[in-house]
């Protein structure tokens, strides 16, 4: 929980946040689950933080809040606790081989001066000269000495080996973490949190000279298909669609589950009028096929969907595209939906 939060829950008015949490579920037709009230703590107890302002959205649109959207804010917005156990047990298993490289480190350095010692009274005893049982002796002591080294070499080799093959797979298994927390449970597309930073490193790349385009995807008319036909039904349309951008839009192009029915699109090195053909094939094979419901094989219709676009301009944040993006959707969405709506031809038009 944010720190703002946590202080309040263990002070004098956590009952009273905690009843008006449970009342504002209440009004919103939410279950009282353990992810829903910690979702719903944080938007009373910080009304202007980005989740309760996300949360706000969602419920002005009539998004209604299932497992998988809850499950969504989650990730996006507070810190999982999944995730920090991760990172505590991953920091942890790096401590426990650091250790072990270092003991091996110190083991070769005592065998080494050990051997190196044996090897300096050897060269002593030979400057006077040595009957020959002596000079037997002497290599005797010379051969196992060595003997040891090399054995004791073999083990710590070993030993560092398999420290250096941990520490691969707990890299591998960070970056597996790292992806997760990056990752829209639900489409498996990039989450919010993952387009927000892709969007800002892309701004700061393309400067003034680079071209950089941004759309918004909007499904039309999504309440009804989970009104009428269940929330299941409606991660189905969710899962279509980000099923047909993900095919679609390769890297460098990103695509992300933005919330709820909406979606984010960055298209970096490429221009407006580019975008917008492909965005068109995009809406068109959305549109093209007839949904079924899977558990009873009812048909549900095309889906459609409503675009927005916009290029970034010279001194253009991510905010300012983002905006214009949005304004460029929501001209869709009053033109008749099922279309994409360019940026550049809003502000000529105006």
Not at 179 to 191: E, K, S, V, W, Y
Not at 211 to 228: E, R
Not at 262 to 278: I, K, N, Q, S
Request: a negative charge; hydrophobic letters at 40%; one cysteine or more.
């Amino acid at each position: 929980m944010t720190a703002q939060v946590e202080t309040t829950l263990r002070g004098p008015e956590a009952f009273s946040l905690a009843r008006q949490a449970l009342e504002a579920m209440e009004a919103a037709g939410v279950w009282p689950t353990p992810l829903n009230f910690e979702l719903w703590i944080h938007y009373i107890g910080t009304p202007e933080s980005p989740l309760s302002r996300e949360m706000k959205r969602l419920m002005e649109l009539g998004t209604p809040f299932t497992e998988d959207i809850s499950e969504m804010l989650m990730s996006e917005y507070l810190p999982r606790g999944r995730l920090s156990d991760e990172i505590r047990d991953a920091g942890l298993m790096l401590n426990r081989e650091l250790n072990n490289v270092a003991e091996v480190i110190a083991s070769a350095q005592s065998s080494q001066a050990e051997y190196g010692q044996t090897l300096a009274e050897a060269g002593a005893s030979m400057e006077t000269p040595l009957a020959p049982e002596e000079i037997k002796r002497l290599v005797g002591d010379l051969t196992a000495a060595t003997s040891k080294v090399h054995m004791e070499n073999a083990t710590l080799e070993k030993r560092l080996q398999a420290s250096t093959r941990e520490v691969a797979q707990l890299r591998q298994h960070l970056e597996q973490v790292r992806r997760d927390a990056m990752t829209d449970a639900l489409t498996n597309l990039a989450n919010r949190k993952a387009f927000d930073e892709e969007l800002d490193r892309a701004c700061a790349a393309a400067g003034d000279k680079a071209p950089l385009t941004l759309a918004v995807l909007d499904i039309d008319h999504f309440k009804k298909f989970n009104d009428t036909w269940g929330h299941q039904t409606g991660d189905q349309v969710l899962r279509y669609v980000a099923s047909v951008l993900g095919r679609t839009l390769r890297s460098p192009r990103v695509a992300a589950r933005y919330g709820g029915e909406e979606f984010t699109l960055l298209f970096p090195g490429e221009t407006a009028r580019m975008v917008e053909t492909v965005l068109n094939t995009i809406r068109e094979e959305i549109a093209s096929r007839s949904l079924r419901r899977r558990s009873t094989n009812d048909d549900l219709g095309a889906v459609t969907v409503s675009i927005g676009l916009a290029q970034k301009l010279p001194g253009d944040t991510a905010v300012d595209l983002m905006g214009r993006a949005d304004e460029a959707l929501y001209a869709s969405k009053h033109a008749g939906r099922n279309r994409v709506t360019c940026a550049t031809r809003l502000s000529r038009a105006a």
